[in-house]
C-alpha cells in the first residue's frame, strides 16, 4: 500500500519568508510525527499528533515553528520568517496506536529538504 | 548532551562477511529500541526493533542484541551484502503509557560493502 508522502519534495526559501510542509501519513494510522534532520545529524524529535490532538510539541525549536493536523490525516507544518540555521530535512512519521500500550513502529516518508538563503 | 550515540561514523566490510553495527545510550527509561536504514535522499526504512524486555531479536539476516546493563545495543548483518550499503541510525523510545513517544536518534553509521 501508499506509504507516507511528503510534500514539497524540496524548497528553497528566501531568509525570513515563510514556508509550509505537508505530510499524508499511511492511511488509517493515528499518529503522526514530525522530525529535523540537520546535514551530518540524525532525525530529531519535533512534535507528536495523535488524530488531530497535538500531544507533545516539546521538540520545537522555537515559536516560529508550527504545526497542525485539523481533521486527523494530513498535517502540516509551518515555518514563519525563516533563518538559515532552519535549513534541514524535515521528516514526517506515522503509527499505528493501539491500547495495549505497546510501542508501535513508525515509518518515515522521503522527507522535505528545506534550503533558507 | 547526546542520549543515543553511534561512535561509529563509518564501516566497511567485505561481502559476505558479518558487519556489527554498535550503539550506546545514556538514559536507563529507555525501553524500546529500533534500528533504520537510511538511502540518500529517501526516508528512514524501519528495519527491526527490541523491547527491553528481550536480549535479542533475529529477523533474517538481522539480529539485533541488547545489553541492557551496558547500555549498549548492537545490529548484525549476516551475510552482507552490497545493497546493505547505506547509513543505519540506531533510535531510541521512553514508553509513557497514553499514545506514542517521539524517537532518539544517533547520527548514524554509513556502513559501505565492498565486493
Known amino acids: 500500500g501508499a506509504g507516507v508522502s511528503q510534500s514539497p519534495r524540496y524548497k528553497v526559501a528566501k531568509r525570513g519568508q515563510d514556508v509550509a510542509l505537508r505530510c499524508d501519513p499511511i492511511?488509517?494510522?493515528?499518529?503522526l510525527f514530525w522530525y529535523q534532520q540537520a546535514l551530518g545529524q540524525g532525525p530529531e524529535f519535533l512534535t507528536y499528533?495523535?488524530?488531530?490532538?497535538?500531544?507533545?510539541k516539546s521538540g520545537l525549536p522555537s515559536d516560529r515553528f508550527f504545526a497542525e493536523r485539523p481533521e486527523g490525516s494530513v498535517s502540516t507544518l509551518k515555518i514563519q520568517r525563516t533563518q538559515q540555521e532552519d535549513s534541514a530535512v524535515y521528516l514526517c512519521?506515522?503509527?499505528?496506536?493501539?491500547?495495549?500500550?505497546?510501542?508501535?513502529?513508525?515509518?518515515f516518508g522521503p522527507g522535505t529538504r528545506l534550503l533558507v538563503l | 548532551d547526546q542520549q543515543v550515540k553511534q561512535n561509529s561514523p563509518s564501516l566497511s566490510v567485505q561481502e559476505g562477511r558479518i558487519s556489527i553495527l554498535n550503539c550506546d545510550y545514556t538514559?536507563?527509561?529507555?525501553?524500546?529500541f529500533l534500528w533504520y536504514k537510511k538511502y540518500p535522499a529517501e526516508g528512514p526504512t524501519f528495519l527491526i526493533s527490541?523491547?527491553?524486555?528481550?536480549d535479542k531479536n533475529e529477523d533474517g539476516r538481522f539480529t539485533v542484541f541488547l545489553n541492557k546493563s551496558a547500555k549498549h545495543l548492537s545490529l548484525h548483518i549476516v551475510p552482507s551484502q552490497p545493497g546493505d550499503s547505506a547509513v543505519y541510525f540506531c533510535?531510541?523510545?521512553?514508553?509513557?503509557?497514553?499514545?506514542?513517544?517521539?524517537?532518539?536518534f544517533g547520527k548514524g553509521t554509513h556502513l559501505i560493502i565492498q565486493p
Open positions: 499528533f495523535q488524530n488531530e490532538a497535538q500531544l507533545d
Open positions: 512519521a506515522s503509527s499505528l496506536y493501539n491500547e495495549r500500550e505497546v510501542q508501535e513502529t513508525q515509518y
Open positions: 527490541i523491547s527491553s524486555i528481550k
Open positions: 538514559n536507563s527509561m529507555f525501553d524500546y
Open positions: 492511511s488509517g494510522h493515528v499518529s
Open positions: 533510535a531510541a523510545s521512553e514508553y509513557s503509557g497514553g499514545g506514542a513517544d517521539g524517537l532518539t
